[in-house]
């Protein structure tokens, strides 16, 4: 049953053409449609900061508030083009529309006046008070609170010289087709249908792509150390230029910082955090270290043995071995992934693992896919969430991968928040699947994991666009916490390895009900993958326990060395953003001196991988430990489900997690759902660590 301001709205907007009966979005627009939408987009925000300023508003904070969710609204349909667009010519609209979109945020949230009269907004409403707080805090992070109008001119100044150089280095990045030329000599050992592909260069040499598709498999298979260095190198050293940009772009950041107030870029970006110092963070990055600092020694040994019986007297790894041996210490478990993908046909698998997380989890409705969608692509497909019979949202899944369209896996938000009572809505763009529309393994872990964020974004209650789900990737203000965004979306990616506990294995239809067996080694059965598995598509034969079993067993195979690099690299973003004094910044310098001490790796000389580190040119600055304290977190709570689809559990985590949104703080929502403050115990449970008395 619809409710009825939603009944309302479709009957208002039912006669318009284009527009998508259910999500009430046009999503197909045109290059000169995203144009002047955009357009209309951006002066209706300024019109609406200069109706503030001049005092015709009656309540500034509710007239910013409607000129905010206004624009949060409309960006999807200029913006989303950019990402999915068949059209060149709507893609780069859309792209510019997002830029627009941007800059007129940046320059009305540099606007004293308005500054001025939305900080002396005062509200009895929770929800309004802490949208105000956080537009305040967006001002501010402009320099607005200083009293001083020299050094608010000099704030903005440094803040469009730093906008630019991040643009820069985002471009250059995405603009690198740079390769690496070696001979089928020195490519021995990679696959031959990779070799084959690759394009002719010079004489007899092969052009090597640096890009992770092509430079992965050569980094893991070429038997040549020789080689690998050598490609190893050329992909740690593109755009050079950006290793000027990275320092110009942390001197401006520590610059900033000083004019604001904080002692570091870090410990104001951190503020506004779950884990709000940059001493909790490095507190925390150390105790991971010196927890996996076994682990870590112990995946060095077998690494390096292994590298003895190729190079006789090695005395330690270097960084291009790890790939290459870390391969090897996997093919030798005997995973045979290839074999599972007969199971996962897309277009059951993706149905059944949506109704999986959606009803039997969080008890929510779900349907779909709805025949009269209205997207921008034939691979599109809609689905409906409910609520005691309330739509709350839509989720649009655009999974395959095509030419021109964003190559990565994420999950967009198209309206947040039920602004205006109108249904949420987001979209996961993903490139998943075969030819014969059939899913990895891995792919199936990704869709649980984008799933995740999908019902953290549908789930909201009515509240200003600020407070509702988002990620930087959106040109409008809002979102989650940093390090709290990957939360449920962690959580949920878990399932794949839900065990049951009973002996044998049936194929799809298996409830996820099981008993707990105490005393003995539980028997691994996938109880939730089981669920949304199905039989073998040309034998019949249910899903193959020894493989997943394996995968499981396997989950966390090297995981002291494969996360001794990504903590170096947490390391590294802490110790550039704590940089107080903008003066003689050398960023790229730092990282071997970190490498080295927290991975145990030296460094090649010469190189510098930060310069294709997109996540310090994109809003991951001071950030990027975020991934991990969101996943100690997700670990913590998954221990709430006891490894299963818990409705109770489930109900709980919506209520206390996802439909808040980020209309309260990570730390708070958590303590709520645990009943406690989380504990990292769990983490290293999972990671076969011993925890501490
Ligand atoms: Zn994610």
Redesign the pocket.
């Known amino acids: 049953m619809l409710h009825p301001i939603h009944r309302a709205i479709i009957l208002l907007t039912a006669a318009r053409a284009m527009r998508c009966p259910h999500t009430q979005l046009r999503l197909r627009l045109g290059a000169a449609e995203i144009r002047d939408t955009a357009a209309a987009l951006v002066s209706g925000l300024e019109a609406a900061a200069t109706d503030i300023e001049s005092g015709n508003a009656q309540d500034a904070l509710a007239a910013w508030t409607r000129a905010t969710d206004a624009v949060a609204v409309g960006s999807a349909e200029v913006c989303l083009p950019a990402l999915v667009a068949t059209d060149a010519a709507a893609r780069d609209a859309g792209a510019a529309a997002k830029r627009s979109i941007i800059d007129a945020f940046g320059t009305c949230y540099g606007r004293k006046a308005l500054y001025d009269a939305i900080k002396a907004s005062e509200t009895t409403d929770p929800l309004l008070a802490r949208a105000r707080d956080k537009h305040v805090a967006r001002f501010e992070a402009n320099g607005l609170a200083l009293a001083d109008a020299a050094a608010r001119e000099q704030v903005a100044k440094l803040k469009l010289e730093l906008g630019a150089e991040c643009a820069a280095m985002e471009q250059e990045i995405n603009g690198d087709s740079s390769t690496v030329a070696l001979t089928r000599d020195e490519l021995e050992g990679v696959p031959a249908a990779l070799v084959d592909a690759l394009p002719v260069g010079d004489g007899d040499k092969l052009l090597v792509s640096l890009k992770a598709p092509t430079l992965t498999p050569v980094l893991q298979h070429a038997r040549d150390p020789a080689a690998r260095r050598k490609a190893y190198i050329a992909g740690t050293s593109r755009c050079p230029e950006n290793a000027r940009r990275l320092n110009r772009v942390v001197a401006l950041r520590a610059q900033i910082a000083g004019l604001l107030g904080f002692a570091s870029h870090a410990e104001g970006t951190l503020k506004g955090n779950m884990a709000s110092s940059p001493d909790e963070v490095n507190a925390f990055l150390d105790r991971v270290v010196t927890r996996l600092k076994p682990k870590r020694d112990e995946d060095y040994a077998s690494l390096l043995a292994l590298k003895r019986s190729e190079t006789p007297g090695a005395d330690a790894l270097d960084p291009w071995d790890t790939a290459y041996f870390g391969r090897q210490i996997r093919e030798s478990k005997g995973i045979d992934e290839e074999a599972l993908k007969p199971h996962f046909p897309a277009s059951e698998v993706v149905p059944a693992t949506i109704k999986a997380l959606g009803e039997d989890l969080f008890g929510f409705t779900v349907r779909g896919p709805l025949d009269d969608a209205q997207l921008w692509h034939d691979d599109c497909e809609l689905y409906e969430v409910a609520k005691d019979d309330i739509i709350v949202g839509h989720v649009a899944l655009d999974l395959k991968s095509r030419d021109g369209k964003f190559g990565h896996q994420m999950v967009v938000p198209l309206r947040p928040a039920l602004v205006n009572g109108a249904p949420n809505c987001c979209a996961v763009l993903g490139n998943m699947g075969d030819a014969n529309g059939r899913l990895r393994f891995r792919e199936v872990e990704t869709l649980l994991?984008?799933l995740g964020?999908v019902f953290h974004a549908l789930a909201g209650a009515p509240k200003p666009s600020i407070l509702g789900w988002a990620w930087p990737m959106v040109p409008w203000p809002g979102g989650v916490e940093m390090d709290m965004l990957?939360v449920p979306?962690m959580l949920t990616q878990q399932f794949v390895y839900a065990a049951a506990a009973s002996e044998t294995l049936s194929a799809s239809t298996r409830p996820p009900r099981h008993r707990r067996v105490t005393g003995r080694p539980r028997r691994y059965a996938p109880a939730v993958l089981a669920k949304i598995a199905r039989p073998h598509a040309e034998t019949g034969a249910s899903l193959p326990s020894k493989t997943i079993e394996a995968l499981a067993e396997n989950r966390h195979l090297l995981a002291g060395l494969g996360n001794a690099r990504y903590i170096a690299m947490c390391r590294y973003d802490m110790a550039m953003h704590s940089l107080a004094s903008a003066a003689d910044v050398d960023a790229c310098g730092l990282w071997q001196e970190i490498y080295r001490e927290t991975a145990g790796f030296t460094e090649a000389p010469g190189t510098h991988f930060a310069s294709t580190w997109y996540h310090m040119c994109i809003g991951y600055d001071a950030g990027y430990y975020s991934y991990l304290w969101s996943e100690v977190n997700a670990v913590d709570a998954y221990k709430q489900f006891g490894d299963e689809l818990d409705a109770a559990a489930g109900r709980r985590f919506r209520e206390c997690v996802l439909e808040p949104g980020a209309a309260a703080g990570g730390a708070a929502m958590m303590e709520a759902f645990l009943g406690r403050p989380f504990r990292e115990d769990a983490y290293f449970e999972r990671l076969g660590v011993p925890v501490s008395s």
């Open positions: 994991h984008e964020h990957e979306s």
